[in-house]
């Protein structure tokens, strides 16, 4: 839980995130800056009627809480200038860094990267889309696929100076029906690490107990099933999942 001041201090903004969809603002509790995304500036989804955006960032942040992998950044809800929503620790990344890119065809890295796919750009020049390979971003992707997320764009993950990876923007996550849109598909079909393993046998231990009960107050009950069968299932596979079924299987844009 955060510390009592975060949830009870005055919530002052500072500014608003303009590429955003929905209603996103930066503000500042105290000494932190913090994002802040009130329910009452949520757009209306037709393919997640259930809930709000808001709720869904903070039931994420649990999970990757459970996991003890620190992907998302401290996220709860309170009270601010526009209602309830939630609030996020703002992150400094690092400028010099990029987790996920667009780079020429020829560019593309011999080692320490993954190719996603490949396509023309608006002038008609041959483009990779890429994302590194280290073990901070495949924890990523294994989180994402437990979280269902329907939204991994490549500005959605956050790279800090000293090579940590944080994720952002959680509001496309946990549907009942599978919805995983990402980036980030360089390890299909590769198996898990024990340590990955680990991870998910803490997070289906965790749904057992507290982490169940506060997730049954942000979710349905027809999504916390379905994130203990995806548990169940990426334990039993074992590996990085491909895509399936109809749906695109990268967001878009892609950044
Ligand atoms: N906690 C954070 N720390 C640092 N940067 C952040 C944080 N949260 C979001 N951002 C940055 O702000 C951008 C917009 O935030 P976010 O994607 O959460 O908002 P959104 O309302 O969903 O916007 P959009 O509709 O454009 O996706 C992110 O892509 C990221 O670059
Ligand atoms: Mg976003």
Redesign the pocket.
Known sequence: MPAPDLVTAELTLTGR?T????A?FLGGIGDAAV?Y?PIAGEQPLWDFPDGCLAHREVAAYLVSEALGWNIV?RTWLRDGPFGEGMV??????DPEQAAVDLVAADDVPDTGWKQVLEGQDERGRIVALIHEDTPALRRMAVFDVLVNNA?R?G??V?PMPGGHR?G??H?LTFHGEHKLRTVLWGWIGEELSAEELDGIDRLAGALQGKLGDQLAELLTGEELAALAARCTRLRRTGRFPGPTGGMPAVPWPLF
């Open positions: 995130l590429t955003a969809s929905n996103t994002v995304k950044p996020q620790l703002w992150q400094e990344t939204d764009k500005d959605h956050l944080y952002v923007d509001g």
